[in-house]
């Protein structure tokens, strides 16, 4: 699979061109993948996939059992005005 992966110029996580950033609303942490973030809560990347897909109101819960909510980083841009294409 990895050489696979190198033929096409390594197009893996942040440099795949279908790659979402995500960011955790609760926290205000951006991740350049679904991935990434789900490694780093150690939670099912598919499941912040839901959330931002507004499919599940949360997705996992950090120490003092605070929910983590998740939204495409795009479309929080979005819906503060500050995005000028790109992402």
Known sequence: IREKIEERGGLEGKNNPNAKSVIC??????????????EFYNIDSKLISRCCNNKQNYCGKLKDGTKLIWMYYKDYLKMNGECKGGL
Not at 25 to 38: C, D, P, R, S, Y
């Open 25 to 38: 609303i609760t926290t205000m942490l951006v991740f350049n993948t679904l991935k990434e973030a789900g």
